[in-house]
């Protein structure tokens, strides 16, 4: 059986800004804001609770013992960039936590979005590597 989760997204969103508040170095935020991007991404659930699958990565659906073997779930918008905004107090956080947003692609399909231009974000990245959605 499923564990059920002990917090709630709002209770994450909230988190991220008492730490974009807060006066902690810039270098534990990063870690921070990571370990709540994952968090945020994963509150329905890493697979199952995510909505936007590749053509792709939908025949594995349901045959959770090949998951982590043969799919990635994967952040729409790059952690990188996300974790870049929240430290600039200048951009509306509220905006920011709106851009986490997951889909699970194949192994290969992620391999093909490590090698698109870092400057290519949100679902730009997945039509430069040439994957398809449902």
Not at 105 to 117: A, F, S
């Amino acid at each position: 059986m499923k564990k059920q989760k002990d917090y709630t997204k709002d209770e994450l969103h909230e988190s991220v800004k008492l730490i974009r508040d807060s006066n902690i170095k810039d270098s534990i935020k990063k870690e921070l804001f990571n370990t709540l991007i994952w968090k945020i991404s994963e509150i329905n659930g890493k697979y199952d609770g995510v909505e936007m699958w590749s053509k792709e990565s939908i025949k594995f659906k349901g045959q959770k013992n090949l998951y982590g073997k043969e799919l990635r779930h994967d952040h729409v918008v790059t952690r990188e960039s996300l974790i870049r905004d929240l430290l600039d107090s200048n951009k509306n956080i509220n905006d920011i936590l709106n851009k986490i947003k997951a889909c699970i692609v194949t192994k290969e399909e992620h391999d093909r979005l490590n090698k698109v231009n870092k400057d290519i974000n949100d679902w730009d990245r997945y039509k430069e590597a040439k994957i398809d959605f449902m």
